[in-house]
């Protein structure tokens, strides 16, 4: 056998390797996907906790509601095959699909959708969307396959809030242990949750849309925290997709890439700058004004996220129907902020402090304005908080903070500022109002110019600094298709989703 030389050998066995690789990678079934996720949810039931990431996971997954959200935000029909409603907007008859069942077995009608209801309306009930349920008075169950909802008042909203992860239909027997073992009707059934890694779906045996059943017999969710390791994961194939990807210094690197697709698409995540109008100086509004004229948001936009996302003036996306452009009701303005600050009282500023969850996003847009706030006089501390679970028990629940600054991800959700004790303290006659008439209108005119008016009123009255809609930074293999290119709810609905080769 001839003598090779060592150059040689060394690219003979580098083809050796990369053959195997090669070889294994085909041989792989293509009928599973990892996906990469900033955030792990502390648990698995959208019905009693609040954060996004538990949607993620489960809504349409796992668990599915009366009615659904598709990819381009409009309401259809699930569990609820079709309704009618009464002339008088009060009264919704559902007719629900036939022969479904959980993935324990048990059946889904009339009477488990009444148990789904009465448990998130009920007095004890901890579901993040409550006040959404009680605008229902009675509800009657004629038959398994008839629910109909009695309500004390029109809601144009309501069939939309049915679609929301926090209304997914439970059953009663798996209702207090969905948190760390899901039971649903959705076409993946629960497989294994290893806290700190992964979570894993598979493809439900047995599925009541048999026409929608899924191409994908499993899926992985794993949770990848730091935006170096993410692109590393995807970089390297670990990872087949990573739906949000939060590095957006990193993002233009993988363009042209030749294996994986860069899909910029929208989102409903508003990024504000809560203060807490509980405390001095932030019951003041001239002091909220003179915060906000002392940012300047496309500024803040480049610097935080390298160009990615939206400014805005109020709590509302340029997706949602009825958008007002309110930049410029505040705009950015140092000198005539700390001429706002003295009228206030604070003709040297003062000294505060921003609880500061670790994703990236809400990391960098806090330094930026930490840096912008400094030049009208005003020393922001940066307190580092754990997100969700310190976050949500000492900010949302406990209320200790001075400012802090989140993503709000429900759609059309300005509605929080009219709810009692929210975390920003707010409270305004006015706002509450508008939005309550536009919440009941039928006419979807007058719906929207109320929702215009309540836009307008945060801009001027600013319970929060507004920032910045987030774009949905999607990276993923180019053979896959199916997965959200925008994002009209928090989700990952893999019910779409297939391998092209």
Do not use: C
């Not at 959208?46 to 993620?56: L, V």
């Not at 957006?248 to 994986?260: A, I, N, P, Q, V």
């Amino acid at each position: 056998m001839p003598m090779l030389s060592s150059r040689l050998l060394r690219l003979a066995a580098g083809a050796i390797v990369f053959l195997g690789v090669g070889s294994q990678a085909m041989a792989e079934p293509r009928d599973t996907i990892r996906l990469g996720m900033s955030i792990e949810p502390a648990g698995l039931d959208p019905t009693i906790a609040a954060p996004a990431a538990i949607g993620q996971v489960v809504w349409q997954n796992v668990f599915e509601g009366l009615t659904r959200i598709d990819a381009d935000g409009k309401v259809l029909p699930q569990l609820a095959k079709d309704w009618t409603i009464s002339d008088d907007s009060r009264t919704i008859t559902f007719r629900l699909q036939p022969d479904v069942t959980f993935h324990n077995g048990a059946s889904f009608d009339s009477g488990t959708a009444k148990f789904t209801l009465d448990r998130a309306r009920g007095d004890t009930s901890t579901n993040p969307q409550k006040q959404f349920f009680q605008v229902i008075e009675s509800i009657e169950t004629p038959d398994p396959g008839t629910l109909v909802l009695h309500l004390k008042e029109p809601s144009a909203n309501l069939l939309y809030w049915l679609a929301w992860p926090a209304s997914v239909m439970v059953e009663p027997g798996s209702a207090e242990t969905n948190r760390s073992q899901p039971v649903g009707t959705g076409p993946f059934r629960f497989a294994e949750w290893r806290p700190g890694d992964r979570v894993r779906l598979e493809r439900a045996d047995r599925y009541w849309d048999e026409a929608n059943r899924p191409a994908l017999a499993s899926a992985e969710f794993r949770f990848i925290a730091d935006p170096q390791a993410q692109a590393t994961a995807i970089r390297s194939g670990d990872v087949d997709a990573i739906p949000e990807f939060v590095a957006t210094e990193l993002y233009k690197s993988f363009e042209g890439d030749e294996r994986l697709a860069s899909v910029v698409g929208n989102t409903e995540l508003k990024v504000v700058a809560g203060m807490n109008a509980r405390r001095k100086p932030f019951d003041d509004p001239r002091v909220r004004r003179a915060l906000m004229m002392a940012v300047d948001r496309a500024g803040l936009v480049e610097a935080a996220m390298n160009g990615f996302g939206q400014p805005i003036g109020s709590h509302y996306t340029p997706n949602d129907p009825g958008y007002r452009d309110l930049t410029g009701v505040a705009p950015y303005d140092p000198e005539a902020a700390k001429a706002l600050l003295a009228e206030a009282g604070y003709p040297d500023g003062f000294k505060t402090s921003i609880r500061v969850p670790q994703m990236s996003y809400a990391t960098r847009s806090s330094e930026v304005l930490q840096a912008l706030l400094a030049e009208i006089g005003v020393t922001m501390e940066i307190v580092p908080t754990e997100f969700p679970a310190v976050w949500v028990d000492q900010v949302l629940k406990g209320h200790d903070f001075d400012m802090t600054i989140v993503a709000h991800a429900e759609p059309l959700d300005i509605g929080i500022y009219a709810r009692p004790n929210y975390y920003f303290g707010y409270a305004n006659e006015a706002f509450t109002r508008e939005n309550h008439e536009a919440e009941r209108a039928t006419d979807e005119t007058a719906r929207l110019e109320h929702y215009g008016r309540a836009q307008e009123i945060l801009a001027q009255d600013l319970p929060a600094l507004y920032l910045f809609v987030m774009p949905k930074l999607g990276l993923w293999d180019k053979r896959l298709t199916g997965l959200w290119v925008n994002e009209p709810i928090p989700s990952n609905d893999l019910t779409d989703v297939r391998w092209t080769q």
